[in-house]
């Protein structure tokens, strides 16, 4: 059962994050000739979204560290790895046990849904423990430049962490591409009414 304050942070969250990436969009691509909207209006609705992104993300570590919900996660990662190999193995091999008896395999869309699920929680542990404290972080060092170092691997400070910030977004952006995916095999029904 999942809990009705994470479905209702993962939601706010994935909202927030696709303005963030429709917004950043905008900021890095447009010019002065095409403009999906207004720029100005972009970059307050990127800065605006951030900070509650930001808020957000550390409401939520308060939350799992006093609730106990950390736990959750914890149990995810242990025998992960071992998971994922033998859902990869009957992924690639398929189900020959099933068709030496007569019986039919099953489709494969049936045999990926496992191996899927497991990749999901790793990139979601990944996500919460990677990807947003240094989206948080590179963001607001952005908003804030007085706060980036003069100097980051040789280079001037806030170039380097403003390309981390958008490295990290676009992993950001293909991580909830992938996410939706795997909502539409498994998930959704379980981030709406919690199991």
Do not use: C
């Amino acid at each position: 059962m999942t809990p009705l304050w994470v479905r209702l942070w993962h939601w706010a969250i994935a909202v927030l994050f696709v303005i963030l990436v429709v917004t950043g969009v905008i900021l890095t691509y447009s010019t002065s000739d095409f403009a999906l909207m207004n720029y100005a209006l972009a970059d307050t609705l990127h800065q605006v979204t951030g900070i509650m992104f930001a808020i957000l993300f550390a409401a939520f570590l308060v939350a799992a560290g006093v609730s106990g919900h950390w736990r959750r996660y914890q149990r995810q990662w242990q025998g992960l790895w071992s998971r994922i190999r033998i859902h990869g193995a009957n992924v690639v091999n398929g189900n020959e046990k099933a068709g030496d008896s007569g019986s039919i395999a099953p489709p494969r869309i049936e045999r990926t849904r496992g191996f899927l699920i497991l990749v999901q929680q790793l990139l979601s542990i990944f996500s919460i423990v990677v990807l947003s404290p240094l989206l948080v972080i590179t963001g607001l060092v952005l908003l804030y430049p007085e706060w980036a170092p003069a100097e980051v691997a040789g280079l001037g400070g806030i170039w380097p962490l403003a390309l981390a910030h958008y490295v990290v977004g676009l992993i950001g952006a293909l991580f909830l591409l992938f996410h939706a995916y795997i909502a539409t095999i498994n998930g959704l029904r379980r981030m709406i009414r919690g199991r």
